[in-house]
C-alpha cells in the first residue's frame, strides 16, 4: 500500500495539473483515466505573453525555495522520524523539480497479475526526459526515494531511451513495450477524442476520466464477491440511476490572451436517464435573477437546482430498483417530519425553487460579511411554514440544554416595514432569513438579508449594468447558462492581500530560524506589482444535446485566493495557523517528553528487573540491559536525539552493540546504585543535548518520574553526585570515564 501512496504522491507532484497530448501515444486504449502535462519547457507563447508570466517575474522565487528547504530542515531537527519524512519530501521535490520541465503523463488502467485471475488497476507514470542520460539519472533518484522510505518496491521502475516509465505493478504493460509493438493507444478511442476535443487537447494540461469505463471495472470487481441475487439487484439500480448515460468527462486548462482559461466536459447525450437529467436540467438562469444582485457586488454566482425534481427523479429510481429500501426511506422521511412538526418533503424540498444567486455584498454588511442567498420559491408559504417551524424547534432545543443565569441563543424576530427578518444572533454572526413576495433571503446578518430585499424589489442597479460583468459575459459566450459566476478581483485584492500577508507572516512567524525572519516576511512583493496583472474572474457551465460544459477565465492559476471567498478563507487559515501552529509544535514537544519520561521510567523497570538476579545490584550501564534484551536499542534514544541507529546493527557482536549504546544513549543511568526503593534518589535521567529544551525527564529509584526545569535538574544531580549535569550527560560508559564533547 505504501508503494501505491509514493507512487501517487510523486505522480501527482510531477503533473502538477493535467495531461498534454504529446505523451498520448503512450497510454493503452483501454485507460481508465489519463492525466498529464505538456511539460514546462513547452508552454508556448502565449505563456510568455501571459500575466502570470509577468507576475512571478515579481516574485523571488529562488528565495521562496530556500525557505520552504529552510523550513523543512527546522522541522525534522531533534526528531528523527520527522527528520526521514523531510528528507523523503526534499527528494519528491527535487525530482518535481526536474520533471515539470518535461512532458508528462499519468495514467490508470486495469491489469491482471499472473498469480491471479482477477484484475487490478494499475498506475502508470511517464516522463518524457528527452535524452537517456537525463532518464537514467531520474530512475536512480526515483529509485533513492523509495529506498529512504524504506518501500519494498515491486513495481516497474525502468528507462526506456529517453523515457521514466514507473508503474504499481511488476508489468508496466502497454507505456513500456516499443512504439511499434505498442498497439492501439487513447488516441484511437473515439469517446476520449470526442471528450478532449470539447476541452482543447492541446493546451498545457488534459484530463480524462472514462466513467462508464470506471463503473464497468468497479462492476467487474464487485460482481466477483457478489451472490447471484445480489448481482442481479446491481444490474437493476445500474439500469434506473442512469449510471450509463454518462460516458466520460475531461477537463482541460490553457493560457489565451493573457488569461488562465480551464474548460471541463461531461458527455452524457440525450436521451438522459430520469436522475441525470434532473442533474442536467437545461433550464437558463433568467436575467431576472441576476438584477437582484447589486452592481457593486464583488463575487456572485448565478446557478439552477431544482431540489425536488432531482429528490423525485432519485426516489423514483429507487422504487424501480429496490422497492423495499425506497418503503424504508420514505418511513423514515416521515418519521424525521413529525419531529420536525412539519413535511419536509412538500414544505421543503418542493418549496423550493430551481433559480438560485449567492452574492457578496459590502453595502450591506462590509467586505466579507454581506454573503446572501437568494432563492425564488415554488410554494412561498409552505417554505416559510417549514423554516418558521425549524427556528421553532431550534428555540425549543436551545431552551431545553440551557442553564439558569446563562445566554440562550435562540431565533427572534423583527420587522422592518413589511419583511419580517428571523435572526439567530451569536457573539460574531447573526444568520438570517427571511421570506417575502415568493422569494427567499438568507444572510449571514440581517443588515444583508434587508439589503436583499430592497434589492429583490427593484432598489437599484444590478450587475447587469456593470461594465466588467458584461464584458465577462461576452467573454464567456451566448450559451443559455444553467450557472454563471464573477469575481471582481481589482477590487477584492487590496483587502484580500492583506489577509494574504497575514497567513505569509503567521507561517513566517513560527519558522525557528529568527534571525532570517524579516528577510521571509520580505519575499511576497508589494500590492501595487501586483495589481496590473489582476483582472476580474469569471465561469459558466451550460447543457446541451451533448451533455456539460464548463468555462472558466481568470487573470492566472490561484487568482481567486485574491477574491472575497479567498479573502475569508485566508483571513480564517490565517488565524488558525497563527494559533494552531505554536500549540501544535508545543504538543509536539509535549508528546515527545512523555516519551522519554516513559522511556525513563522503562529504563529503571529494567534496572530492577536486572537487580533481581544480581545481588540487588543496578548494572554499569544502558549499553548492558540492551544486549541482554531488556528493551530494544530504540529504546535508549530519546525522541528529541538526532542520532538513528545504525543499518545491521542487529547482526553485530554483542560487545560491539554494548559500546555503541553507551557511546549514543540519550539517558544517564548513575554507577554504583542497588534497588533501594529511595524516592528521592536520582536513578536515570535524560542528557542535556537529548532534552529538547524543554526540561529533564529524571527517574527516581521507587520508579517515579518528574520532569525538571534543567536548574532544578542540575541542583539536584549535584547535591546528590558531587558532580553537574552537564558532567554526567557529557560523559560516556565504554571510554573509560573520560568527558566528550556534546554531540
Not at 523543512?72 to 531533534?78: D, F, Q, S
Not at 458527455?267 to 433568467?286: C, F, H, I, N, Y
Not at 447558462?481 to 497567513?503: G, H, I
Not at 501544535?584 to 529494567?606: C, D, F
Request: negative net charge.
Amino acid at each position: 500500500m505504501l508503494r501505491y501512496f509514493v507512487i501517487v504522491v510523486l505522480g501527482g507532484w510531477i503533473c502538477g495539473g493535467a495531461a498534454a497530448q504529446p505523451l498520448v501515444e503512450r497510454v493503452p486504449a483501454d485507460a481508465l483515466v489519463y492525466v498529464g502535462w505538456a511539460g514546462a519547457e513547452g508552454l508556448g507563447g502565449e505563456y510568455e505573453r501571459s500575466r502570470l508570466k509577468a507576475l512571478l517575474g515579481e516574485v523571488d522565487r529562488e528565495g521562496l525555495a530556500e525557505h520552504v528547504a529552510e523550513s523543512l530542515r527546522a522541522i525534522g531537527e531533534g526528531d528523527r522520524g520527522a527528520m526521514q519524512a523531510v528528507q523523503a519530501v526534499q527528494r519528491v521535490m527535487s525530482i518535481g523539480a526536474r520533471a515539470w520541465r518535461y512532458p508528462v503523463v499519468c495514467y490508470v488502467d486495469m491489469y491482471t497479475p499472473r498469480a491471479r485471475g482477477s484484475q487490478e488497476p494499475r498506475f502508470v507514470l511517464v516522463i518524457d526526459a528527452g535524452e537517456e542520460v537525463e532518464a537514467s539519472s531520474l530512475v536512480k533518484e526515483i529509485g533513492a526515494l523509495c529506498a529512504q522510505a524504506e518501500v519494498s518496491f515491486a513495481g516497474y521502475l525502468e528507462a526506456h531511451g529517453g523515457l521514466v516509465v514507473l508503474s504499481s505493478a511488476a508489468d508496466a504493460g502497454f507505456a513500456a513495450q516499443p512504439e511499434s509493438a505498442a498497439g492501439e493507444s487513447i488516441a484511437s478511442v473515439e469517446r476520449f477524442k470526442r471528450a478532449v476535443g470539447r476541452v482543447g487537447g492541446d493546451g498545457v494540461c488534459v484530463a480524462y476520466v472514462d466513467v462508464r469505463g470506471v463503473v464497468d471495472a468497479c462492476e467487474r470487481m464487485a460482481v466477483a464477491e457478489m451472490t447471484p441475487a445480489a448481482a442481479e439487484v446491481w444490474a437493476a439500480r445500474r439500469a434506473v440511476l442512469g449510471l450509463d448515460g454518462v460516458l466520460s468527462a475531461a477537463w482541460g486548462g490553457r493560457f489565451e490572451g493573457g488569461d488562465w482559461v480551464t474548460r471541463g466536459f461531461v458527455d452524457s447525450p440525450v436521451p438522459r436517464g430520469d436522475v441525470v437529467r434532473a442533474l442536467l436540467g437545461a433550464e437558463a438562469v433568467t436575467d431576472q435573477m441576476l438584477g437582484m444582485v447589486p452592481v457593486d457586488a464583488q463575487f456572485f454566482s448565478a446557478f439552477r437546482f431544482d431540489l425536488g425534481a432531482v429528490f423525485t427523479a432519485v426516489m423514483g429510481a429507487v422504487e424501480q430498483a429496490d422497492g423495499e429500501a425506497a418503503g424504508q426511506a420514505r418511513a423514515g422521511l416521515e418519521q424525521a417530519s413529525l419531529m420536525a412538526g412539519f413535511d419536509i418533503e412538500r414544505g421543503l424540498i418542493h418549496a423550493l425553487g430551481s433559480q438560485w444567486v449567492l452574492y457578496s455584498d459590502p453595502g450591506a454588511s462590509g467586505i466579507g460579511g454581506g454573503l446572501v442567498l437568494v432563492n425564488r420559491l415554488a410554494d412561498a408559504e409552505r417554505a416559510e411554514g417549514a423554516l418558521r417551524a425549524l427556528s421553532r424547534l431550534l428555540n425549543q432545543v436551545v431552551a431545553s440544554q440551557g442553564q439558569p443565569g446563562q445566554p440562550r441563543f435562540v431565533f427572534s424576530e423583527a420587522q422592518r416595514g413589511e419583511l419580517t427578518v428571523h435572526a439567530l444572533v451569536l457573539p460574531l454572526l447573526a444568520p438570517s432569513w427571511a421570506v417575502h413576495d415568493g422569494m427567499l433571503f438568507v444572510g449571514l446578518y440581517p443588515q444583508s438579508v434587508v439589503m436583499a430585499h430592497e434589492q429583490a424589489a427593484g432598489g437599484g442597479a444590478s450587475v447587469l449594468d456593470a461594465p466588467a460583468y458584461r464584458a465577462m459575459r461576452a467573454r464567456l459566450g451566448d450559451e443559455a447558462l444553467m450557472c454563471v459566476s464573477f469575481v471582481d478581483l481589482p477590487a477584492t485584492a487590496p483587502q484580500a492581500y492583506q489577509m494574504v500577508l497575514v497567513l505569509w507572516h503567521a507561517i513566517v512567524s513560527v519558522n525557528p530560524r529568527w534571525e532570517s525572519k524579516a528577510a521571509l516576511a520580505m519575499l511576497l512583493p508589494p500590492l501595487k506589482k501586483i495589481l496590473p496583472h489582476v483582472t476580474p474572474a469569471g465561469g459558466a457551465a451550460w447543457v446541451d444535446d451533448q451533455g456539460l460544459h464548463t468555462l472558466g477565465v481568470k487573470p492566472f492559476p490561484g487568482s481567486t485566493l485574491l477574491g472575497p471567498n479567498g479573502n475569508m478563507n485566508a483571513s480564517s487559515t490565517a488565524l488558525v495557523t497563527g494559533i494552531t501552529l505554536p500549540a501544535l509544535g508545543a504538543a509536539r514537544r509535549t508528546a515527545r517528553q512523555m516519551q522519554s519520561s516513559t522511556q525513563v521510567r522503562g529504563i529503571h523497570n529494567a534496572c530492577v528487573t536486572y537487580a533481581q538476579g544480581n545481588k540487588g545490584r543496578f548494572p554499569d550501564d544502558i549499553g548492558l540491559l540492551v544486549v541482554e534484551g531488556f528493551f530494544p536499542v530504540e529504546y535508549a534514544l530519546s525522541p528529541m536525539a538526532s542520532v538513528t541507529v545504525p543499518g545491521g546493527f542487529g547482526d553485530w557482536p554483542e560487545g560491539r552493540q554494548r559500546r555503541w549504546v553507551n557511546e549514543h544513549a540519550s539517558y544517564v543511568l548513575l554507577p554504583g546504585l542497588v534497588d533501594d526503593l529511595d524516592a528521592d534518589k536520582v536513578a536515570v535521567f535524560t542528557r542535556i543535548q537529548d532534552s529538547g529544551g524543554g526540561g529533564i525527564s529524571v527517574g527516581f529509584n521507587d520508579n517515579h518520574v518528574e520532569l525538571l526545569q534543567v536548574p532544578d535538574a542540575r541542583r539536584l544531580i549535584l547535591a546528590q553526585t558531587g558532580k553537574s549535569l552537564e558532567y554526567w550527560s557529557n560523559k560516556r560508559p565504554g571510554r573509560g570515564g573520560a568527558p566528550v564533547a556534546p554531540r
